[in-house]
């Protein structure tokens, strides 16, 4: 799989839009865009994730450079609960098994404040 | 929400005990895994299952062994606990086309 870098940590008013930066400049042609979330003592929980188009759903959207260098997670109205570590990985189309095994980073500690 | 429960959700133990974790699924998915996490490491694959009696290792195997004697139950077993194998351990299923994984609660497991 791919390395990605994120950023340590970020901070973001709430009410505000989120906007998590990841670089993934290795990545190959049949590897997707992942980011899990994890709030503190909790199981990851998935987000989003996409190949080359822009993606959204009711958590957040996903936006991905043309040449699929790098990438952003919007959190369009970020709340108190939104604070988590968030991760970027990237992994290859519908891999099972052993093959499967995700790779968490550091991620980006976000913290949402008032 | 897939579904899934890990228990028992806290733990206590001695070294050299066995230790059995659970983790149930309600779904009927087919791939189920177990990671640990821990600092400075990040989320470790221990073992997984493709189905009822079919496992394969992960990358940190060693101490571990399982079982999936039916869908829905993947037992992660420490036959003799050591403090090195004190973690939070995570079990996930995969889903969908592109076989995205989705993760329990976790269990949080110390070994004195």
């Known amino acids: 799989d791919a390395k990605t870098t994120q950023p340590t940590s970020m901070d973001c008013a709430e009410g505000r839009a989120a906007n998590l930066p990841c670089n993934h400049s290795?990545?190959?042609?049949?590897?997707?865009v992942y980011w899990y979330r994890q709030i503190h003592s909790q199981g990851p929980q998935y987000i989003i994730h996409?190949?080359?188009n822009n993606e959204t759903n009711e958590m957040a959207s996903l936006i991905i450079t043309e040449d699929r260098k790098s990438s952003t997670l919007i959190l369009p109205h970020a709340t108190l609960r939104d604070t988590a570590v968030y991760y970027c990985?990237?992994?290859?189309?519908?891999?099972?098994?052993?093959?499967?095994?995700?790779?968490f980073g550091t991620g980006t500690q976000l913290k949402v404040e008032l | 929400d897939a579904g899934i429960t890990q228990s028992p959700r806290h733990k206590v133990t001695e070294t050299g005990t066995p230790v059995t974790l659970r983790c149930h699924q309600t779904?009927?998915?087919?791939?189920m895994y177990w990671y640990r996490q821990d600092p400075g490491h990040g989320l470790r694959l221990i073992h997984y299952?493709?189905?009822?009696?079919?496992?394969d290792k992960g990358e940190v195997s060693d101490g571990y062994s399982v079982s999936r004697s039916k869908t829905e139950d993947f037992l992660l077993t420490l036959e003799s606990a050591t403090s090195s194998q004190t973690s939070v351990y995570f079990c996930?299923?995969?889903?969908?086309?592109?076989?995205?994984?989705?993760f329990g609660p976790g269990t949080r497991l110390l070994v004195l």
């Open positions: 779904e009927n998915h087919r791939y």
């Open positions: 290795t990545i190959s042609g049949n590897e997707y």
């Open positions: 996930a299923i995969s889903q969908g086309p592109f076989e995205t994984q989705y």
């Open positions: 990985i990237v992994r290859v189309e519908g891999a099972t098994g052993g093959g499967n095994k995700l790779t």
């Open positions: 299952s493709y189905g009822v009696k079919d496992t």
């Open positions: 996409g190949l080359k």
